[in-house]
Structure formats: C-alpha cells, structure tokens
C-alpha cells in the first residue's frame, strides 16, 4: 500500500514503515475477528471459483479477503457476519444513488411483470433517448449494458469509419475492460498493463493503443500528427487515478486537435456525469462526437448509453448503416 501525504504539515508526515505494518497488522487481525464467516466462505469458494472471487478483480481489496455481501441499501452494506458498513465506494459509482433506490426498485418490479427481454425497442427508449439528447446536447442514443459495452460499440464505429486501426487514451485512464484502454506508459516509457491487470495477460499493447499524459497537449499533439488514431477516448476529468483536473483551454485543445488530424472524440461521461444533468459535456460546453455513460444511469441495474451527432448518424447509414424494414432486400 502506497499512501500520499503532501500536506507538509500533516500530523501522519512522519508515520514509518514500521508503524505502518504494525497498524496494518493490528487492523487485519481485527478484521479477520470480526469476519469468520467471510473467511470461512472465501475458503470454500476457492473449489468453485478462480482465487476464490467471481470476477478476477475482486480479489483485489486491501483487506486479507473480501467481504461477501448479505444486503446493501442507501449507504450501508451489510455482510454475512453481520457487520454494517458505511459504503464509500457505491459500487464505483453505480450505486451514485444509494443501494436499491425506492423507484429503481419500483421501475424494476413494474418492468419485470411486462416481460423481461423480447428482443424489439418499447416506447420507453424514446422518451430516455429524448430526455439524454436535451440533457447532452447530441442528438442520436444507442443503448448497451455497460459503460465497457457502450465504448467498445462507439470505437468500432470510430474505426469503421475512419479507416484507422488505433485508439488514443490518457496515461492511467480507466474505460472499462476495453483491450484499448488497458496499456499504461511504464517506467521506461514503453507501454505495460498495470500490476492490478496482470489478471487480463492477452491484451495485446502497441498494437491498438497510443497513450498520452491527460493535459499534455504536445504529446497529443504528436500522436495525433501519426494520422492512424480512429479516435480519442477521455472522461472529462481523470477519475480512477485520483481526481485529475483538466488544465485552462485543456479541453478546447483536445477538440481542436481532434478535429485537425481526423480523429473522433469520445467523452466518457461514466463517472462525472454526476456533475449535474448534462454531465461535464453540459455544465462546461464540451463538443464530443460521442458521449458514453454507465453505472448509474440505471441506477445499479446493468445499462449503458452512448450518444452522438446528427454528422456521425448519416456518415454511418451511408456507410454500413442497417436497411430499414421497408428497404427491398
Ligand atoms: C470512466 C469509466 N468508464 C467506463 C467504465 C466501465 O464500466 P463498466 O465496468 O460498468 O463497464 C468505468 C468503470 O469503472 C469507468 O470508470
């Protein structure tokens, strides 16, 4: 573990190693006193699942194993032993809203009782695809069932219509389980995956990527120059690497720069759309050609969205659009 100090005053400046590791101790005893049955059902998972965990990155937690979940609502989680707890993390987000908001669980009940899946569109997605277009400011809506999801679609089309095989991201930028988005620049500038993605060993590196510092516009400004980047993927503010804020005019460098070498801008608004309705694209008068979003839209129920102009909407019918019912085969 790694901690941060930069207050020159904080009392924690001179903590050491030492009394580090002692506190660690101390607090992991504590937790594995308080979590037997946690413990105990880490162990047995270990027959059925890979490391004991079903998803690879969720043995990942600072503490000796995770905590297996019995309830959560609003702000509290509630684990098997018993112990509650005040949730900070919101399922990264997903749960922006509070666990099991009282219309999500409402709109969930009604919509289960109507059919689960069929396979055809429902009034319902025009009056969402209306509501995102006057919040965001673009025009056309696709829906999907993550924010992962919803990039992976926007970058084939960026690729699909710009010919070009390449996607720009920012150093430490987090996008979802993206190959694309995965490599990182290492310490001797070539590009790696990060420790904590050692779980994901085939994505493939220089191949797809080319990754820039957020807020390095020279930087940008050369990758771009290589004409081979179908698009650049950014959320507005870097979020999954501490908070990292966009320097003055960072923004309108990026779109303008976009623009001069042809590539798309993506705007992932995953995470900041929690800056109002609109998002950060909104309430800063941002000029993506796409905008994705997950998580909360949905309120912790598995949906995604991405949007974008009306340009993009006739470039891709009169590309590789989809025939509509009334067209002869
Ligand atoms: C900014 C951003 N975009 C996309 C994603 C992917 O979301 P999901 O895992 O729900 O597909 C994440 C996940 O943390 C994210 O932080």
């Known amino acids: ?80 032993d018993g112990n509650e707890y005040i949730d900070f993390c919101l399922g990264d987000t997903g749960a922006m809203f509070g666990h099991s908001p009282d219309p999500v669980i409402k709109a969930v009940k009604d919509q289960i009782c109507n059919g689960i899946t069929t396979m055809l569109p429902t009034k319902d997605s025009l009056f969402i695809g209306r509501e995102l277009a006057k919040r965001f400011g673009l025009p056309f809506w696709q829906f999907a069932m993550t924010a992962t999801e919803a990039n992976r679609y926007v970058i084939r089309n960026c690729r699909a219509l710009t010919g070009r095989p390449k996607i720009l991201v920012m150093n430490e930028c987090y996008h979802g389980s993206l190959d694309e988005s995965l490599p990182h620049i290492g310490k001797n500038g070539n590009l790696e995956l990060r420790t904590n993605y050692d779980t994901n060993p085939g994505v493939p590196k220089e191949a797809l990527t080319r990754v820039v510092e957020f807020n390095d516009v020279e930087a940008l400004e050369r990758e771009l120059a290589y004409k081979d980047v179908a698009c650049v993927l950014a959320e507005p503010i870097m979020t999954n690497c501490g908070m990292v804020l966009p ?47 997950g998580k909360s839209i949905a309120g912790g129920i598995p949906v995604a969205v991405y949007g974008f102009t009306s340009v993009i909407a006739a470039a891709i019918n009169a590309n590789y659009g989809q025939k509509s019912a009334s067209d002869p085969m």
């Open 1 to 80: 573990m790694v901690i941060l100090i930069t207050d020159v005053k904080s009392p924690y400046r001179n903590i050491s190693d030492d009394k580090l590791k002692q506190l660690w101790q101390k607090e992991s005893e504590l937790f594995k006193k308080k979590t037997p049955h946690s413990s105990h059902t880490f162990c047995e998972a270990q027959e059925i699942m890979l490391n004991g965990v079903p998803m690879p990155w969720m043995g990942d937690w600072g503490t000796p194993y995770p905590v297996f979940v019995d309830q959560a609502t609003g702000n509290r989680i509630i684990d098997i």
């Open 247 to 293: 320097a003055p005019g960072y923004h309108d460098k990026l779109r303008e720069l976009c623009t001069r070498y042809g590539s798309y801008l993506i705007i992932d608004e995953t995470h900041t759309f929690s800056n109002g309705p609109g998002g950060y694209t909104a309430a800063f008068g941002l000029q993506p050609d796409f905008i994705t979003l």
